[in-house]
T-cell receptor
C-alpha cells in the first residue's frame, strides 16, 4: 500500500543553518505530496505542496521538489530561524482525499 | 475566520465512560476526517466522511464511531474508551473533489485525551 518514510528526529540546528528533512514515498497512481508543520500546542497547517512530478512547492523560505524518479519530496530551507522550531510531517494525498503521513520530524533551532 | 474547531481541547476520563469529541467547520467543506497522533506513528486516519450521511472507516476505526448529520459537524464518539485510546486527536476538513489528490486539509487544534 501507499506509504511515506521520513527521517527521524530530532534535527538540531543553529540559527541560519541549512535544513534538509528527507522524505520518500511509495504509491500507486499519481499522488500529490505535502509538507505540513505543527507548532507546539497547535494543529497541523499546510506548509507547501506539489501535485505532479517536477513541481516545486515553496512557502516561507521552505522548498520541496516532487521527484518521481527517486520517489522523494525532501524539505529544504537555506537559513532556519528559531521560529521554525516545530514538527514537520511529509504526507501523500490519494484520490479519495485521504492523507498518508510520515511519522514526523522534530526540528529544534537554537540561537 | 475560516476554521475547524474541536471541543474539548483536553479531556481526562476513565475506562468505559462514553465520551464525544465535537468537530465543526465553517468553510462549507464536503470532506471531514478524524486522525489520531501517537509518538513514532505519525497521524493515522480513524474515519472520514465525503458528505452528509456518508462515512467510512479509515485505518484505525476500532473502538470509535462517527456521524455526519450536518455538513459542518463531524463528532467522534468513544462508546467505551480504553487506555489504548489515549492519544492526540485531530479533526480535518477539505473541499473534496472527486478523483483529486491535491486538496489541502484544514486541521483543528487537537484534543488531548487521556483514558485512565
Amino acid at each position: 500500500g501507499d506509504s511515506v518514510t521520513q527521517m527521524e528526529g530530532p534535527v538540531t540546528l543553529s540559527e541560519e543553518a541549512f535544513l534538509t528533512i528527507n522524505c520518500t514515498y511509495t504509491a500507486t497512481g499519481y499522488p500529490s505530496l505535502f509538507w505540513y508543520v505543527q507548532y507546539p500546542g497547535e494543529g497541523l497547517q499546510l506548509l507547501l505542496k506539489a501535485t505532479k512530478a517536477d513541481d516545486k512547492g515553496s512557502n516561507k523560505g521552505f522548498e520541496a521538489t516532487y521527484r518521481k524518479e527517486t520517489t522523494s519530496f525532501h524539505l529544504e530551507k537555506g537559513s532556519v530561524q528559531v521560529s521554525d522550531s516545530a514538527v514537520y510531517f511529509c504526507a501523500l494525498g490519494t484520490d479519495t482525499d485521504k492523507l498518508i503521513f510520515g511519522t514526523g520530524t522534530r526540528l529544534q533551532v537554537f540561537p | 475566520e475560516a476554521q475547524v474547531t474541536q471541543n474539548p481541547r483536553y479531556l481526562i476520563t476513565v475506562t468505559g465512560k462514553k465520551l464525544t469529541v465535537t468537530c465543526s467547520q465553517n468553510m462549507n467543506h464536503e470532506y471531514m476526517s478524524w486522525y489520531r497522533q501517537d509518538p513514532g506513528l505519525g497521524l493515522r486516519q480513524i474515519y472520514y466522511s465525503m458528505n452528509v450521511e456518508v462515512t467510512d472507516k479509515g485505518d484505525v476505526p476500532e473502538g470509535y464511531k462517527v456521524s455526519r448529520k450536518e455538513k459542518r459537524n463531524f463528532p467522534l464518539i468513544l462508546e467505551s474508551p480504553s487506555p489504548n485510546q489515549t492519544s492526540l486527536y485531530f479533526c480535518a476538513s477539505s473541499p473534496w473533489t472527486s478523483g483529486a489528490s491535491y486538496n489541502e486539509q484544514f486541521f483543528g487544534p487537537g484534543t488531548r485525551l487521556t483514558v485512565l
